[in-house]
């Protein structure tokens, strides 16, 4: 028999993680209309924008005008990435309600995309998550190339549980594993999580899987076997894969929605709503979102 919890928690991702792989240029204003449609849609936690320099992500260079200009719904949580103090300053003048910090569990990796060795990067993400708790914000961490690294390939999860302790040690109330590259198999899923089990609160546990070889959803339903509640998730497969030229990046909400739902699992998330502000950001992209229910919908 699947274990099918009545309830799932989705998180929306794609104004931070789907937009920031787009080359194309999207309008402040479009961003604020399109996170307003997503409140209206029964999500608790959309994740608008990342605190970082502009050089490195010049498609969330707006953060600051995004963070201020939305409507914000009663009892929906809206969170921001923060690389440090300064993108925390930032955040916090925004009133953002989480914070989330982020590194690797690869050491190449880490290196590529934060300049820093994982034990560099520790005490950098202290004094953010420190200061946010201080400031009475939650604070999320998220963890990379959790199933594969595109420099070291497959990551040992004794390495995931080093960096994952670290972080939960430094007080955050919530962590995300993610399959950066989209290279995870139900198997392994499967075997880092019995790994894991005992070991970390499951309760604080989100997985964030990519689509790039079609496993994600196969993936989620391994997870749910293992008790985690909560998925993050990028309307329409917003986003590509940095190191997979052409292949599809995040897992679709819409998709993911639609299966849990189909299951008897709960989200809360209306999926006409999704599939109308799928529709609007895939007209401002202009191009077609890869989600199965965009297509499905046509």
């Not at 909560?230 to 990046?249: N, Q, T, V």
């Not at 299951?263 to 999926?271: D, L, Y």
């Amino acid at each position: 028999m699947l274990k099918r919890p009545e309830k799932v928690t989705v998180k929306e991702v794609g104004p931070r993680d789907g937009l920031q792989n787009e080359k194309k240029s999207i309008a402040t204003e479009d961003k604020i209309e399109w996170i307003n449609q997503l409140s209206e849609a029964g999500y608790d936690y959309i994740e608008i924008s990342s605190f970082v320099h502009p050089k490195w992500i010049p498609q969330l260079k707006d953060a600051r005008e995004v963070a201020k200009g939305i409507i914000r719904k009663t009892g929906v949580t809206y969170a921001a990435l923060v690389p440090n103090m300064k993108g925390l300053e930032a955040a916090l003048e925004t009133n953002i309600d989480e914070v989330s910090v982020f590194m690797s569990a690869s050491e190449s990796h880490n290196k590529n995309n934060i300049n820093k060795t994982i034990e560099e990067t520790y005490p950098v993400l202290e004094e953010v998550v420190k200061e946010a708790k201080a400031s009475n914000k939650r604070v999320r961490g998220y963890v990379s190339t959790v199933f594969g690294c595109p420099y070291e390939g497959d990551i040992l999860p004794s390495q995931v549980l080093s960096v994952s302790n670290r972080l939960f040690d430094m007080g955050i109330d919530e962590l995300s594993l993610g399959d950066t590259i989209g290279v995870a198999n139900p198997h392994q899923v499967d075997e880092t999580l019995q790994f894991l089990k005992g070991k970390l609160n499951f309760s604080k546990l989100a997985m964030h899987f990519h689509n790039t070889q079609g496993m994600a959803l196969a993936n989620v339903l391994v997870s749910l076997q293992h008790d985690i509640q909560i998925f993050d998730g990028s309307l329409g497969g917003l986003g590509g894969c940095p190191y997979a030229k052409g292949a599809s990046g995040n897992l679709a909400t819409d998709d993911l929605v639609h299966m849990l739902e189909s299951m008897g699992i709960e989200t809360g998330i209306a999926q006409g709503k999704l599939l109308e502000a799928a529709s609007y950001i895939q007209d401002k992209l202009g191009k077609s979102l890869p989600s199965h229910q965009m297509h499905v919908h046509k």
